[in-house]
């Protein structure tokens, strides 16, 4: 029987990352798939033909385990304090921690996507050729994904600099505050 409580939690889980993520504004407004729309489009000599996904398939896995580790280091990135200082929502705006980790859910929903869209391809080049338009409809799907997966991973590492630089800042505050202080006991 199925859980309908499991089935509205996990609708619950994607709507809150969509809304942190920026929803369709934000992809939108990214440069991100736009660039990946006309990789993909440049790139037709390679997916049109049978086999591309092979690449697919043999490099997500290994770039998901990636971002698992990226999105590891993140949460451990900082001092309590900074953690302190970048967490917590103030009004509608989602806090940077929260920005920064529906950055990385989103580049690992490519990646998995990326997965499941190579799968598809692979599945379908075995249609009769008559289904040929199909396939290449499919194939530019899920190349474009799996492009816009590898360019996710420029994404999420700009926003691990962001955070990296908001970090310094932090402390670089802090070692001014205490050198300012203990100038001030010099006094």
Known sequence: MLDKDVYLSTKDIFQRYWSIYGGRKALLKSPYPHVSFVLTILLFPIWSKSG???????VMPNILGFSL???AIFTALGDEGFR???SGS???AHSPFLALNATFVHFIILQIL???TGL???SISFLPSCLYGFALVVWFFSYFIF???ILSA???TMALLRAASSFDKYQSMGDNKHNNEAANEED
């Open 90 to 92: 103030e009004g509608d």
């Open 84 to 86: 302190k200082l970048i």
């Open 69 to 71: 580790g990226g999105m």
């Open 52 to 58: 591309w996904w092979e690449t697919s398939l043999s």
């Open 114 to 116: 990326s997965i499941i």
């Open 147 to 149: 492009i816009y997966a």
């Open 120 to 122: 598809l391809s692979q």
């Open 154 to 156: 420029l994404a999420a």
